[in-house]
């Protein structure tokens, strides 16, 4: 049975997450920062849209990238060398959440409705969420955000509007946890983009294993930085 979570209550353990739909762990609750850090630190995040009630998920499988397996195309690499594309980081994460929030392929609705954006935009002023961007000019052409505890990434959500925009700020975001000495992102849920960058399924428990000694490392939140030419510095091909 699907727990109620009330205000107060915690979550219950991951392993009584339901197999269909897979990973469904409890409704409920609400999207404040101690919630949040902790359904994270935990392996859990939050997944619903329109009119249902806060969902919590926690699927087994579960989909990461290492960073040391980042698949860059030849197409991409050219994209990362010869677009003209700027990285930057934490310069416009209000905008990048914004941009992710809007519909797409033709759907009527977003999963990133009012309540979630504001819960992310606290996390970000918290020092826990950051952007990735690439930008044209002055034109912000795609980006990523996610939240970093300790020294393990979750990815959120990407958009791109120019050529590979996307990829090239989920290029830099690797670079970057690479030299900060972050070696995993969480994806969530598999999709074939995040396969053929890398990414792949790994089991829960060994996921949540690897978790629990990430999220515990002494690393104080705050504002990441970084402006440069988007490049493949650090990144295997």
């Known amino acids: 049975m699907l727990a109620w979570l009330e205000h107060d209550d915690p979550f219950p353990p991951v392993e009584r997450a339901l197999k269909d739909p897979n990973g469904l762990l409890a409704a409920g609750a609400d999207l ?15 997944w619903f ?13 579960r989909m990461v990238l290492h960073c040391d397996a980042l698949k860059v195309s030849r197409s991409l690499g050219k994209s990362v060398r010869n677009k003209g594309y700027e ?8 905008d990048v959440l914004k941009h992710c929030a809007e519909p797409r392929n ?10 979630m954006r504001r819960a992310y935009l606290a996390l970000h002023r918290a020092g826990y969420a ?14 990523l955000y996610g939240v970093a505890i300790g020294r393990m990434f979750y990815g959120e ?16 975001l690797v670079s970057h946890l690479r030299e900060k000495g972050f070696p995993m992102i969480d994806c969530q849920m598999r999709t074939p983009l995040l ?25 104080s939140p705050g504002k990441w930085s970084a402006r440069t030419r988007a490049s493949q510095q650090d990144v295997q091909t």
């Not at 849209?49 to 499988?61: C, F, K, M, N």
């Not at 990285?87 to 209000?94: G, M, S, V």
């Not at 033709?106 to 309540?115: C, V």
């Open 32 to 46: 404040s920062l101690p919630r949040l850090l902790e359904a994270y630190r935990r392996g859990i995040f939050p």
């Open 130 to 143: 950051h952007s990735f961007e690439t930008w044209r000019g002055d034109d912000l052409v795609g980006g």
């Open 195 to 219: 396969e053929s960058l890398g990414g792949r399924e790994i089991p829960r428990r060994e996921f949540l294993r690897k978790l629990a000694a990430l999220v515990n490392y002494p690393e």
């Open 106 to 115: 033709g759907e009527p609705g977003t999963w990133l409705g009012t309540g």
């Open 49 to 61: 849209s329109g009119a249902e009630p806060i969902l919590w998920w926690a699927p087994d499988p």
């Open 157 to 172: 959500s990407m958009f791109s509007r120019a050529t590979d925009a996307s990829k090239v700020a989920l290029v830099n």
């Open 87 to 94: 990285a930057r980081i934490d310069t416009a994460f209000a």
